[in-house]
């Protein structure tokens, strides 16, 4: 607003009112470039917007960031899962199976190598944390019970 906007004598203001498409989104942290301590905060089995089974977990960084990701469940790309599970359970290797236990892998810790995305969404543009690969922690996974796991 310029001050020639202002009626100085009755204090009004004059506003050109903009559409709810020219409203700023909300910034949001994302998790660093790189290697990034997390932890498994949450994950719910969904259906992805193409029809497909997936997994939606919830992460934090060590800095207290969360950060969604989405894991198909899809047997061409069961590989994401996969190094995930092998990063947070050492029991997990490769060819076996395994179950996905709220009791046992929420609050394991790993590292994410993560880069980030830039997306469009409604002519508006976003940087994205994607995770590229899934590394032990070196201090192990954790316990689901740590209350401060890094």
């Known amino acids: 607003m310029n001050p020639e906007d202002m009626d100085n004598e009755s204090g009004d203001i ?9 409203r700023p989104r909300g910034v949001r942290k ?14 719910e089995k969904t259906v992805s917007g193409n029809g497909n089974p997936q ?7 060590e800095d207290g960031i969360e950060f969604k990701q989405w894991y198909s469940l899809l047997p061409t790309a069961m590989w994401k899962l996969s ?7 050492t ?6 199976k395994t179950k996905l236990s709220k009791a ?3 609050g394991r810790r790993f590292i994410a190598v993560i880069e980030h995305e830039m997306s469009e969404k ?3 543009t976003y940087v994205n944390a994607k995770i ?3 590394k032990p922690h070196p201090n192990g996974p954790g316990d689901s019970g740590d209350s401060v796991p890094f």
């Open 55 to 61: 997994i939606v977990f919830v992460f934090s960084t």
């Open 14 to 22: 004059e506003i050109e009112v903009t559409p709810e498409s020219d």
């Open 132 to 134: 590229k690969k899934h």
């Open 83 to 89: 190094e995930l599970m092998m990063a947070v359970d």
């Open 122 to 124: 409604e002519g508006q």
């Open 30 to 43: 994302i998790p660093a470039k790189g290697d990034n301590a997390v932890i498994i905060r949450s994950f």
């Open 104 to 106: 046992r892998h929420l």
């Open 91 to 96: 029991d997990v290797k490769a060819g076996a």
